[in-house]
T-cell receptor, first 114, second 116 residues
Framework: AQSVAQPEDQVNVAEGNPLTVKCTYSVSGNPYLFWYVQYPNRGLQFLLKYITGDNLVKGSYGFEAEFNKSQTSFHLKKPSALVSDSALYFCAVRDMTGANNLFFGTGTRLTVIP | ETGVTQTPRHLVMGMTNKKSLKCEQHLGHNAMYWYKQSAKKPLELMFVYNFKEQTENNSVPSRFSPECPNSSHLFLHLHTLQPEDSALYLC???????????????FGPGTRLTVL
């Protein structure tokens, strides 16, 4: 069975500093990994995905994620955090057996402090 | 968020009521999903429809009844719910079928349900 884990419920970072939101995965075979963001009172918004190719994936709003096969990780990063980045972030892995179903982590709340 | 709409945005109901949640997508997708989002828990996949056919039911209690009359609309009928069913219910859509690669899902804003 495939799954993702987000080890941190909460991440705080000062505005302008780099941010990292962690995600590790467990799959048999090649993983297809996604990051989503959820702002208050909104649905999830797609940020980026890794399917194959370069280990560094660039996405929306200046976010990027680094796929690391040896560490089974897919951490979300941004070089300089904005207050408006404060939100709930979800990592997800594609179901290898189902038609584009996704398994989500528990989410990490990011707070960017002015 | 645009492209997938959900109504109502908020719903308060008693345990004996019957209500329905509605989802509509304007993206030409053919796969639609219902998720339940509760605090401190992963998103729970409830139902999946591909080309209007239900392809997955993740052991959801029968008090939740989905309906997909066409590829653009998805309903979740609710009856005799319990207080622990209070949550944010999210609808999502994407392109089904293995010939579309690995597309992301597009989510609606959700319906905040409170069961008294």
């Amino acid at each position: 069975a495939q799954s993702v884990a987000q080890p941190e419920d909460q991440v705080n970072v000062a505005e302008g500093n780099p941010l990292t939101v962690k995600c590790t995965y467990s799959v048999s075979g090649n993983p297809y990994l996604f990051w989503y963001v959820q702002y208050p009172n909104r649905g999830l918004q797609f940020l980026l995905k890794y399917i194959t190719g370069d280990n560094l994936v660039k996405g929306s709003y200046g976010f990027e994620a680094e796929f690391n096969k040896s560490q089974t990780s897919f951490h979300l990063k941004k070089p300089s955090a904005l207050v408006s980045d404060s939100a709930l972030y979800f990592c997800a892995v594609r179901d290898m057996t189902g038609a584009n179903n996704l398994f989500f982590g528990t989410g990490t709340r990011l707070t960017v402090i002015p | 968020e645009t492209g997938v709409t959900q109504t109502p945005r908020h719903l308060v109901m008693g345990m004996t009521n019957k209500k329905s949640l509605k989802c509509e997508q304007h993206l030409g997708h053919n796969a639609m999903y219902w998720y339940k989002q509760s605090a401190k828990k992963p998103l729970e996949l409830m139902f999946v429809y591909n080309f209007k056919e239900q392809t997955e039911n993740n052991s959801v209690p029968s008090r939740f009844s989905p309906e997909c009359p066409n590829s653009s609309h998805l309903f979740l009928h609710l009856h005799t719910l319990q207080p622990e069913d209070s949550a944010l219910y999210l609808c999502a859509s994407t392109w089904g079928g293995r010939d579309r690669g690995y597309p992301e899902q597009f989510f609606g804003p959700g319906t905040r349900l409170t069961v008294l």
